[in-house]
């Protein structure tokens, strides 16, 4: 959901592109990133197979990362 927010957005900034727009689009992908650490921390404390499961998960992009 949070990658195709980021390519959605990339999409709106490079149709009619400006510093301005690149920098919020790089703010939005460091809120995401804190956002999805703060989130699996949550989730490690709630459910005790989350960990494993994220070893063979990915976070934004399938096999990227």
């Avoid at 980021?6 to 149709?15: E, K, P, Q």
């Avoid at 992908?29 to 921390?41: C, F, H, N, S």
Wanted: glycine content about 12%; hydrophobic content about 50%; proline content about 3%.
């Amino acid at each position: 959901m949070y990658a195709g927010l980021l390519v959605a957005a990339l999409g709106c900034v490079t149709w009619d592109a400006s510093l301005v727009r690149g920098g919020l689009w790089l703010g939005l992908g460091l809120v995401l990133v804190a956002k999805t650490g703060v989130e699996e921390k949550l989730l490690c404390e709630r459910f005790t197979e989350y960990p494993l499961y994220r070893t063979h998960s990915w976070r934004f992009l399938p096999g990227v990362w």
